[in-house]
């Protein structure tokens, strides 16, 4: 029993290592998912920003197309009033010259409301510019870490299946043990080849009938412990001497 529990070990020892290698493998992928959505969503916060600023660029344009037309208007009215014959015209050409002073001012003020804000969103684009290309060079660092990372993973993991593979062929007489083992890897994650100490399970914690126990110690039996809350049974092995 000794034999199979020492080759056992040195499967766990294998499975651990590849299992440690494709959880690293998962957690640099969802940092890389993680950072190309709020890639994603700032290059749509981008994008609607962009549109905000060309709007009010328009509007900009517009009034100032207001203003020259009201230029022209004044510049007309103007020249009218120099050539009035009445003074019923001359009042009415002072009233609609009042009126397009007031609107030329109304619009001169619209005009710098919106110059103020061009200039504040295109801060807001620059910056949001900057973070995004920013963001997109952080990716493409980190997706060439998971390509490189990738390469060496799998060279490991091949490496590691070959020598499990090994181990698995000194099992032929022992077959049985062999599939318990990998039935409960196929079914947990961690170790599934654990200690018995101080009367108990090192993996669930249950307390183990003193005559099992000793027989643990010995070294001439594997026994199958239930996690509580979990779905796989642990086999509990001597304690590591």
């Not at 494709?22 to 981008?46: G, K, P």
């Not at 208007?73 to 009233?95: F, I, M, P, W």
């Not at 200039?119 to 990716?139: C, H, I, N, P, Y």
């Not at 961690?190 to 200690?195: F, N, Q």
């Amino acid at each position: 029993m000794e034999q199979e529990l020492k080759l056992l070990r040195q499967l766990q020892e294998f499975d651990l290592e590849i299992e440690g290698i494709q959880e690293r493998a998962e957690t640099v992928r969802a940092s890389l998912d993680e950072l190309t959505e709020l890639h994603a969503s700032l290059a749509r916060a981008l994008d609607h920003q962009k549109a905000k600023l060309e709007d009010t660029r328009s509007l900009m344009r517009q009034k100032d197309v207001e203003l020259a037309e009201n230029e022209e208007r004044y510049k007309e009215s103007r020249d009218k009033l120099n050539r009035v014959a009445n003074t019923r015209e001359y009042n009415a050409l002072e009233r609609e010259m009042e009126s397009l002073r007031k609107q030329r001012a109304q619009l001169e003020e619209e005009q710098e409301q919106l110059r103020e804000a061009v200039q504040d969103a295109e801060g807001d684009v620059a910056e949001k510019e900057q973070k995004t290309s920013e963001l997109a060079e952080e990716m493409r660092q980190q997706q060439a870490t998971i390509e490189a990372e990738t390469a060496a993973a799998t060279k490991r993991i091949n490496a590691l299946e070959k020598q499990r593979d090994g181990v698995k062929a000194n099992f032929a007489d022992k077959k049985t043990l062999l599939r318990r083992y990998e039935f409960i890897r196929d079914r947990t994650t961690g170790s599934v080849i654990v200690a018995a100490r101080s009367g108990a399970c090192c993996g669930c914690n249950m307390l183990l009938p003193p005559q099992l126990y000793n027989e643990l110690q010995a070294g001439t039996k594997v026994m199958t412990t239930w996690s509580p809350g979990t779905r796989s049974s642990t086999p509990s092995p001597t304690p590591m001497k």
